[in-house]
Structures are given as C-alpha cells and as structure tokens.
C-alpha cells in the first residue's frame, strides 16, 4: 500500500470554528509531513514530524496545531482561522527524515479548506 | 530563498522536447523533482544526488550541477500525460523547499 490519505476532501468553516485535518499512511513511514498549497504556487512547508516527534515548524501561526498520535496518524487541528488561511493542506510522508535526501515523499490528496 | 525554475510555463507539441532549470542560492547536496497535475497531489519523478547517483521511477532524466547549484530536467519526446506543473526541490539540511515551479503543457 503506498497511498497517503486524507480527510476531509473539502472543508468549509467559520472564522471561530474549530475543526481537524487528518492523514493517515500504512506505509511504515517514520516522517510525516504538512504543506500549506494556494492556487498557482508551490506547496510550502509547515511542519515535519520525526519518529512522532515535531522536527520543524516554519513559523507557522499557533492558530495552526499538529498532533502525530502514532507513527501512522497526522493531524492538524484548526481554530480562529482566517480567510487568508483558506488553502489546499497537503500531508506527505516518507521513509526517514534523517535520509530525506534519498527518500521521496508520498503526497495525499489534500483537504482543500475554504474559511468563511 | 525560494529556488527558481526557468521557463515558467512552456507549450509543446507532441514528440517535443523541453528543458526545464532549476537554480538554488544554497549550496546543493540533492535535488529532488515533483510533477503536479491540475487537482491533484505531487507525484515524486526522481532525486538527484552529489556524485552523480539518480533514483528515479520514470524515463525522465536530469542533471546536478553542484558549482553552479543548478538542476536541470529534461523532457524528451513528449506525450499528453507529461502536462503539469513541475517542481524541484534542493534540500537544505534534512528537508527540500519546492522552486517557483514551471508549467508544462503538451497539446496534441
């Protein structure tokens, strides 16, 4: 099995809502990976997990919360969000993020997320 | 810095072939190459690696220039499914950062 997925597809809220996002792999992956992609730009980069363990996070505002329950699961809850925030979150995940030069990311489909 | 790519979007025919760049400000340790077609997620294309070594799934090469911290994709004999925003993706440290990407389009 070498599919990432996600849930939800499509994702419509409020500026006060609280929801999650979540992406899940049976690959045996130990990096998993959450990327912020607006129309006609390249994904960026918000956190890498490690072993379960938050690796990076590139400034990402707080209103912005990842969780990595298992070596499986990624989550990314959501809350206060704003209308700028709205985006297609795309979850990755690969072998080792020690060897990350040598191991390619399997992408999900994304959640495309739409803040009202 | 975000890496560039070079041309930003290009047009083929069928059977053409294109070059795609990739040009980094960092130092490049590996570059690794990305096809996303429209609505859908990126798919890996291969990773080029100092030294030479290659690690790829298609019949797509490339080229590591790592005084000049440029890569460059070549695309030859081009065919429909080859349409799609391309990225490359230097590492820095343990991770790539995706370059300004460059659209491809081939029409029959």
């Known amino acids: 099995d070498t599919e990432v997925t996600q849930t939800p597809k499509h994702l419509v809220m409020g500026m006060t809502n609280k929801k999650s996002l979540k992406c899940e792999q049976h690959?045996?992956?130990?990096?998993m990976y959450w990327y912020k992609q607006k129309a006609k730009k390249p994904p960026e980069l918000m956190f890498v997990?490690?072993?379960?363990?938050?690796?990076i996070n590139e400034s990402v505002p707080s209103r912005f919360s990842p969780e990595c329950p298992n070596s499986s699961l990624l989550n990314l809850h959501l809350h206060a969000l704003q209308p700028e925030d709205s985006a297609l979150y795309l979850c990755?995940?690969?072998?080792?993020?020690?060897?990350?030069?040598?191991?390619?990311?399997?992408f999900g489909p994304g959640t495309r997320l739409t803040v009202l | 810095q975000q890496p560039v790519q070079s041309p930003q979007a290009v047009i083929l025919r069928e059977g053409e072939d294109a070059v795609i760049n990739c040009s980094s400000s960092?130092?490049?340790?590996?570059v690794h190459w990305y096809r996303q077609k429209h609505g859908e997620a990126p798919v890996f294309l291969m990773i080029?690696?100092?030294?030479?070594e290659q690690k790829g799934h298609e019949k797509i090469s490339a080229s590591f220039n790592e005084k000049k911290q440029q890569s460059s994709l070549y695309l030859t004999a081009s065919q429909l499914s080859y349409s799609g925003t391309y990225f490359c993706?230097?590492?820095?440290?343990?991770?790539?950062?995706f370059g300004t990407g460059t659209s491809l389009t081939v029409i029959p």
């Open positions: 990755a995940s690969s072998q080792d993020f020690r060897t990350s030069g040598v191991n390619e990311q399997f």
């Open positions: 690959m045996g992956h130990r990096a």
């Open positions: 997990y490690s072993y379960e363990k938050l690796s």
């Open positions: 960092k130092a490049l340790y590996s």
């Open positions: 080029l690696l100092k030294g030479g």
């Open positions: 993706g230097p590492l820095t440290g343990n991770q790539f950062y």
